[in-house]
């Protein structure tokens, strides 16, 4: 299936005219499955996004369910709070909703899909990440998109390293690339 049919199929938005929507695609070489044990962890996040020091959620993986994260200094905020909106084991969809927090991205959502395809040869993982906000005042679509685009790329830039390397110490030590997560 083609990268378009996935948006398409996969990552619907409500947009309104004072926001700005994106989004933006990785190709790791990783098995899905792996990839998706770290994707699905709405608990985890600090298990491949940079930005995250600590995160607490009460409850079990349920649609609904909220989490407190916090933000590594350096950003301009230090904590959010979320809550997953999707989540299918089967399709691999993940969607989160920011509903609280200090900082400036207001009706912000996101929906990342990861999908199987052939890298160099290899299996590998097709990762999508689709996401809307608000524009703040004194902002411009333009820079909204950017800023946001910009954290997206370190997420998933860090998701293919966490991933590729686990995939290799997979490979050499012949365990198998399905990663067990234990709940």
């Not at 649609?63 to 399709?91: C, H, M, W, Y």
């Not at 809307?132 to 997420?155: H, M, S």
């Amino acid at each position: 299936m083609e990268i378009h049919e996935y948006i398409r199929r996969h990552h619907k938005h409500e947009i309104n005219e004072n926001q700005c929507t994106s989004a933006l695609v990785k190709h790791i070489i990783a098995p899905v499955d792996l990839v998706w044990s770290l994707v699905r962890r709405f608990d985890q996040p600090q298990g491949y996004k940079p930005f995250v020091s600590k995160c607490t959620m009460q409850g079990d993986l349920n649609i609904g369910s909220l989490r407190q994260v916090n933000v590594k200094s350096g950003l301009p905020a230090t904590t959010s709070t979320e809550r997953l909106e999707l989540f299918d084991d089967e399709e691999h969809i993940l969607g989160i909703r920011i509903v609280g927090g200090d900082h400036r991205l207001r009706n912000y959502s996101s929906i990342i899909t990861v999908h199987p395809e052939i890298v160099d040869g290899r299996r590998g993982t097709l990762v999508i990440e689709s996401f809307v906000v608000d524009v703040p005042d004194g902002n411009t679509k333009d820079e909204t998109c950017y800023f946001v685009r910009a954290l997206i790329n370190c997420n998933l830039k860090s998701l293919a390293e966490v991933s590729e390397r686990l995939a290799a110490i997979h490979e050499e030590s012949g365990i198998v690339t399905r990663v067990q997560v234990c709940e």
